[in-house]
């Protein structure tokens, strides 16, 4: 039987999550689902405080835009 308890899985399997390469497909899913509702609710014109905000995020995360 294995010794390893479950804390230490729990945290192999946070070292393999943050060696892997965010996406930006998946970075800051908060901002982004407020600007895309916002952007078919009413228009890309009437949300660019959100677009922004979302851009703000992904700049933090190291993406360049």
């Not at 689902?33 to 959100?50: H, P, S």
Request: glycine share 4%; aromatic share 2%; net charge neutral.
């Amino acid at each position: 039987m294995s010794t390893l308890s479950a804390a230490s899985v729990e945290s192999a399997a946070e070292v393999t999550e943050q060696k892997k390469p965010l996406k930006p497909c998946c970075a800051c899913p908060e901002t982004k689902k407020v600007r895309d509702a916002c952007i078919i609710e009413k228009g890309e014109e009437q949300c660019t405080q959100l677009i922004e905000a979302h851009k703000d995020c992904m700049r933090a995360l190291g993406f360049k835009i």
